[in-house]
């Protein structure tokens, strides 16, 4: 019998685990995939954004707010990237510089902080490879960017260490009451518990279902985007959000916490919640709308092109309550931007909600405040990376070679708390595969470290989920 179940290893259950492990609770994770953090979390334009532009009163400012105020501290206890480097939404005329105005209004009452109005000549001079087409600009020192895959290993690392147990590949099919508590089914089993948060993304409104809620439905909708290496390109330090419309915020420039560009999202309601493919349409639309913000973007320096899919609910806000038909279900669904930067914040509340349905908690005595500083070889001065290699000669067999990753920093992968167990996993968890070459080089011999780590034969390594099988079998019989 668990105290709590939650339903979804993204980056708002893996928020939620980590918060409920500061208390003496049994608690479960239950993920379909086999690694964390593959649904909506993976492909997202991982901005901590500010919360000016969330309509004021909503669960979301509320949410985006707070998430924003307690990602520094977070990221520097957990040993995740968090850059507070600010954005600036800019306006082309005077209807935009009218929307700018109101924006920084809401800003105010969402409680937002620095927030400031900018002339063309400030942000000219602020970011000069903006157009000189702009006209002004809403500036927020205090947003900033993440990674999002590390952020969720992160949470979850810290919930692990304190507890928690995570089960992949365990898809829930139904939800049951049972006695005083209830019973989440899975493709595999069975498991009981006290109370259960819904933290499904995609799938919250199905996992709400189950309980018999039919309060919001999501419609899920891609956004494409572009990776490009900075080098080559013009110097953009903040991220650049253009002026939002009814159909959201628009195509932003940001840099990343690993110093390449990303330009993005597209939006276009989908069919399928899994889709991940970018078409020619949507990138000469993300290409044309990036251009205008910075026309000196040099696409031939492009790394990838990739898609997220959100959880957009048809009730415009974030849909976080505890289930009137199933007591002890919590249901966090509809989960679209700005879910990465509210998910602390969500943690929270979560955590009140629990409280309110009658859940006792009691603050653990032992609990660990911080997570280890991770090897990341190439962050070494040479001295640090001479003394790592005597340690462990594998810290010396560079495997990565366009982000200079060791074959050490790749086992470290396979043994946190929160373990790589796939291809793509070990390339979001230590950035192996994440360059130029996508993998081409490395894969092979990642995939070699897998077996090797894993006692794993080549033909049972994943490159993200089940069936993505890489080798599918010998050429030749080994002589
Ligand atoms: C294009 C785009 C841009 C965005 N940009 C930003 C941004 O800049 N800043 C920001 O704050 N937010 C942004 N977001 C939103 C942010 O990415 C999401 O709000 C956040 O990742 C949601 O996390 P989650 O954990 O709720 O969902 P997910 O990451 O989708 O996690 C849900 C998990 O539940 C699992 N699951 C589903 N069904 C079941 C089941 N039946 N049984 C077990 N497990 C199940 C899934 O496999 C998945 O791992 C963006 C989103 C998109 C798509």
């Known amino acids: 019998m668990f105290d709590v179940i939650v339903i979804g290893a993204g980056v708002v259950g893996a928020a939620i685990a980590r918060e409920l492990s500061q208390y003496d609770l049994k608690i479960l994770v239950l993920e379909k995939s086999v690694e964390p953090g593959q649904g909506t979390t993976k492909a997202n334009s991982a901005v901590v954004h500010a919360g000016y532009d969330c309509k004021a009163g909503s669960l979301k400012a509320k949410m985006n707010v707070l998430g924003n105020k307690l990602y ?12 507070q480097n600010g954005s600036f939404v800019i306006a082309f005329d005077d209807e935009e510089m009218e929307t700018l105005k109101a924006l920084y209004q809401q800003g105010l009452e969402n ?104 309060d919001f ?91 997220g899919v959100r959880a957009k609910p048809d009730t415009g806000d974030f849909m976080i309550y505890a289930s009137k038909n199933m007591q002890g279900v919590i249901h966090v669904g509809g989960i679209e931007s700005p879910g990465l930067a509210s998910a602390p914040a969500i943690g929270l509340y979560v955590k009140e909600l629990l409280e309110k349905s009658g859940c006792v908690l009691h603050q653990k005595e032992n609990f660990i405040d911080e997570l280890p500083e991770p090897v990341i070889m190439h962050r070494l001065s040479f001295q640090e990376q001479e003394k790592k290699i005597r340690e462990n000669p594998k810290y010396g067999k560079m495997i990565c070679r366009c982000e200079s ?45 897998l077996c090797r780590e894993l006692h794993l034969e080549p033909t049972e390594i994943l490159k993200e989920d089940q069936g993505s099988f890489l080798v599918t079998g010998k050429l030749k019989e080994d002589a």
């Open 111 to 214: 409680g937002c902080e620095q927030l400031e109005l900018w002339s063309r000549e400030k942000t000219l001079q602020e970011e000069p490879a903006l157009s000189s087409q702009v006209r002004g600009s809403l500036y927020s020192a205090l947003a900033g960017v993440t990674d999002p895959f590390l952020a969720c290993y992160a949470f979850l690392d810290q919930g692990i260490l304190n507890g928690v147990e995570l089960k992949c590949e365990e898809k829930v099919i139904a939800l049951e009451k049972r006695g005083q508590g209830l019973r989440v089914l899975t493709r595999k089993g069975s498991y009981e518990s006290r109370y259960v948060i819904n933290a499904a993304g995609l799938y919250s409104d199905k996992i709400a279902n189950m309980a018999g809620d039919f």
């Open 217 to 307: 439905v999501i419609h899920p909708t891609k956004g494409e985007y572009r990776m490009i290496e900075s080098k080559d390109n013009p110097v953009v330090k903040r991220t650049i959000f253009q002026t939002p419309t009814k159909k959201g915020k628009g195509v932003l420039v940001a840099m990343t916490t690993h110093g390449n560009y990303i330009t993005g999202p597209t939006s276009r309601v989908v069919d399928n919640p899994e889709c991940s493919d970018v078409d020619d349409e949507g990138l000469a639309v993300l290409d044309e709308c990036s251009k205008k913000s910075v026309p000196g973007l040099n696409f031939m320096r492009s790394i990838r092109v990739f898609s």
């Open 72 to 83: 520094p501290e977070l990221a520097k206890k957990l040993k995740f990237p968090f850059m």
């Open 405 to 449: 990753v060791s074959e050490g920093e790749i086992v470290d992968a396979l043994h946190y708390p929160c373990p790589s167990r796939t291809l793509d996993g070990v390339k979001r968890r230590v950035r192996a595969g994440m360059g130029r070459c996508q993998g081409g080089f490395c894969a092979p011999r990642v995939l070699e470290i």
